[in-house]
């Protein structure tokens, strides 16, 4: 392949996600989704925007209360290189976030497993709150984080009272 040719493959995948971006802020989640799976399935060599790909279509699943999917992409989104440090925050912040949402649609059983999930990433994210930039994320991590260790102990106590 050509370096012009590269150049233009990048600057499709930058069109192409900006567009999927209109469509999510749109909320047209059918039209971004479609766009997102099709750039994923294509070839694209920089990590830094499968990540931010990946991370769209995982807050598109959230969106639209499809928690499993969510948490299925946020994962894949972490196993790939990032260097940004607020970038992984914020994955991280979204899968807990999502975990702990999963948890209001199961059982009991299950609502503690999720919960505990949710509250070990939330517990790695605590470690790096430092790292947060953003004093709304920042304020807005720590309340969730407060209400979910909130819910754990109640969730562990009625547990342990049976």
Same mark, same amino acid.
């Given at each position: %392949?050509?370096?012009?040719?590269?150049?233009? +493959?990048?600057? /499709?995948?930058?069109?192409?996600?900006?567009?999927?971006?209109?469509?999510?802020?749109?909320? +047209?989640?059918?039209?971004? *989704?479609?766009?997102?799976?099709?750039?994923?399935?294509?070839?694209? /060599?920089?990590?830094? =925007?499968?990540?931010?790909?990946?991370?769209?279509?995982?807050?598109?699943?959230?969106?639209?209360? *499809?928690?499993?999917?969510?948490?299925?992409?946020? /994962?894949?989104?972490l196993?790939?290189?990032?260097?940004? +440090?607020?970038?992984?925050i914020?994955?991280? $912040?979204?899968?807990? @976030?999502?975990?702990?949402? %999963?948890?209001?649609?199961?059982?009991?059983?299950?609502?503690? @497993?999720?919960?505990?999930?949710?509250?070990?990433?939330?517990?790695?994210?605590?470690?790096?709150?430092?790292?947060?930039?953003?004093?709304?994320?920042k =304020?807005?991590?720590?309340?969730? $984080? =407060?209400?979910?260790? =909130?819910?754990?102990?109640?969730?562990n106590?009625?547990? +342990?009272?049976?």
């Open positions: %392949m050509l370096s012009s040719d590269i150049k233009d +493959e990048e600057r /499709k995948v930058e069109i192409l996600t900006s567009l999927g971006n209109i469509y999510k802020d749109k909320k +047209e989640y059918k039209k971004a *989704e479609k766009i997102y799976t099709e750039l994923l399935s294509s070839d694209i /060599k920089d990590e830094e =925007r499968k990540v931010e790909i990946l991370t769209n279509l995982g807050n598109i699943y959230k969106d639209k209360k *499809e928690y499993e999917k969510a948490e299925k992409i946020y /994962k894949k989104a196993t790939l290189s990032i260097k940004e +440090e607020e970038k992984k914020e994955i991280l $912040f979204s899968l807990g @976030c999502v975990l702990r949402d %999963m948890a209001n649609c199961l059982s009991e059983k299950q609502l503690f @497993c999720y919960i505990k999930k949710s509250l070990n990433v939330f517990v790695d994210l605590f470690k790096k709150r430092h790292l947060i930039k953003n004093k709304d994320i =304020r807005e991590f720590v309340k969730i $984080f =407060r209400d979910t260790c =909130r819910d754990f102990r109640k969730l106590k009625k547990t +342990e009272d049976k």
